[in-house]
Nanobody
Framework: QVKLQESGPGLVKPSQTLSLTCTVSGGDITTSDYTWNWLRQPPGKGLEWMGVIAGDGSTYYSPSLKSRTSISRDTSYNQFSLQLSAVTPEDTAVYFC??????????????????WGAGTLVTVSL
């Protein structure tokens, strides 16, 4: 059974870079059958897909966040990571990592995910 777990700081200052890591157990992030995604949900708002890293290491980002988002991976630890730069209080959200079966349209939506981490709250504040 695949499990995903987010980790990282719960508080980030404005203008800094938010960094989170997702540790995957029970599955291999280099598989060609699945992709590994980051999503977020601001307080009182809906889920937003942020970006994806595929089994071959290729990445694709939401156009609205592309300029500030980077997703990378460490296959030695079966982890993938999110970096979001120049954060503002509007980036305060619960951040989720999730798995989706691969498709080739590039972008994904929350409905595509079949396995989720528990989520971690990141607050952007002084």
């Amino acid at each position: 059974q695949v499990k995903l777990q987010e980790s990282g700081p719960g508080l980030v200052k404005p203008s800094q870079t938010l960094s989170l890591t997702c540790t995957v157990s029970g599955g291999d992030i280099t598989t060609s059958d699945y992709t590994w995604n980051w999503l977020r949900q601001p307080p009182g708002k809906g889920l937003e897909w942020m970006g994806v890293i595929a089994g071959d290491g290729s990445t694709y980002y939401s156009p609205s966040l592309k300029s500030r988002t980077s997703i990378s991976r460490d296959t030695s630890y079966n982890q993938f990571s999110l970096q979001l730069s120049a954060v503002t209080p509007e980036d305060t959200a619960v951040y989720f990592c999730a798995r989706a079966p691969v498709h080739y349209s590039g972008t994904y939506s929350p409905e595509d995910m079949d396995c989720w981490g528990a989520g971690t709250l990141v607050t952007v504040s002084l």
